[in-house]
């Protein structure tokens, strides 16, 4: 598929793909884009799974063995694991930095490849094109790197890139962009969220080039008005300043814990503060998008055994992980004889530098009667009208 004058797409679509590092996904993409030019580019490859296509992608447009170069902007097996047999049906010289090439002796038998190693700021001249490689390291590996092209392609590899399986190409052929949004929010939230620190840098470097296209190494591309909304969307998400948005999460077993949840919603909705409510049987990548922005996180957990419910103990673990900060943290949950589960959730809470707000009120043996479940609404109504930013 034609991107431009002479550049193509000849990655490949994962549509059965349910799962990435741990998140519940439906599909993918691993991308790959061929430059004609005096020197003939690969740039990223694919998952070895998915060779043939690869290859078979390739040869529609050009002769493989007429390949120049292959760029490798990540190790990262999803776009690495094929290099093997890349390298040996093209011959091409693979230009990549130096960690990257640690990584890949690493992982791959590379005696026979031929290696160009870069570093950043140093450029490639193709023909009518030069290729400028740039270091992103933390986004999200020490090795990553992006590569500019002289007509305006930024191919930034995992950065702006979503899991999402379709056979548009352009982010604007799907919902006019919003599809596209969602996920890289989501794969923002996934992936991206922990190492935010060094977004800006990262954008701030990339300011002064002009981009008229940005070709991720997952899901569609970026072009036209796009661009700028994608870029600023990552300086918003990298910012840490929340919405006045709450996200209620919790687990339940006999739904006492989830009475008090919805209570805690209603009461944070008449304050006027976006609410969304989430169970423990909802995809991590799918809690984190909606976490990331909000500024009240309130989770709720019964106790069981005299510890914490195990499917809420996974999401702290998570939490800890991906390390969302600037929340006002929130615990609540019902019990038998021994409430334990509330001090779990704010240990995590802790150790993310949340500011607690805590009530023995949320805390509630067995059923929830109709005066508890009226005194949490209206902790949830105090909570929403007090500024918590401080």
């Known amino acids: 598929m034609k991107i431009t004058d002479r550049v193509y797409y000849v990655g490949v679509v994962d549509w059965k793909a349910n799962h990435f590092h741990g998140f519940d996904i439906q599909g993918t993409s691993y991308n790959s884009y061929l430059i004609l030019d005096d020197k003939k580019v690969i740039i990223d490859a694919v998952k070895k799974e998915y060779y043939p296509t690869f290859i078979e992608n390739i040869a529609k447009i050009i002769n493989p063995t007429k390949i120049d170069y292959i760029i490798v902007n990540h190790a990262e097996m999803d776009h690495s694991s094929s290099l093997e047999y890349l390298v040996k049906d093209t011959g091409a010289k693979v230009v990549l930095n130096k960690v990257t090439k640690e990584y890949l002796d690493k992982m791959y038998d590379t005696t026979d490849w031929h290696f160009m190693v870069v570093d950043s700021n140093e450029t490639l001249d193709i023909g009518e094109r030069t290729l400028k490689f740039i270091r992103t390291p933390m986004l999200h590996w020490t090795d990553n790197m992006v590569t500019y092209s002289s007509d305006g392609i930024l191919y930034s590899n995992d950065a702006f890139g979503q899991h999402l399986a379709t056979s548009e190409r352009f982010a604007d052929q799907i919902d006019g962009g919003g599809r596209s949004f ?133 999401i702290l673990s998570w939490l800890e992980d991906l390390k969302p900060i600037d929340k006002v943290g929130v615990a609540f949950g019902s019990y038998g004889w021994v409430e334990c589960a509330t001090g779990h959730i704010y240990e995590t809470f802790k150790k993310l530098n949340y500011k607690i707000v805590d009530d023995e009120c949320l805390k509630i043996q067995f059923i929830p009667s109709v005066e508890e479940l009226r005194e949490c609404r209206e902790f949830g109504r105090k909570l929403g009208s007090t500024n918590n930013k401080n």
């Open 182 to 314: 969602y996920e890289a929010k989501d794969y923002f939230a996934s992936i991206i969220l922990p190492y935010r620190m060094f977004v800006g840098s990262v954008l701030e470097e990339l300011s002064q080039y002009d981009i008229n296209y940005i070709c991720p190494a997952h899901g569609t591309v970026w072009r036209g008005d796009l661009i700028d909304d994608i870029i600023y969307k990552y300086a918003l998400w990298s910012s840490d300043v929340p919405k006045n948005k709450a996200v209620i999460l919790y687990g339940t077993m006999y739904q006492s814990t989830e009475k008090i949840a919805y209570a805690l919603a209603d009461g944070l909705v008449n304050a006027g503060v976006t609410v969304r409510i989430l169970n423990t049987e909802s995809p991590v990548n799918k809690i984190m998008n909606e976490l990331m922005d909000a500024r009240y996180v309130l989770i709720g957990s019964p106790t069981m055994n005299a510890n914490i419910y195990p499917p809420v103990r996974n």
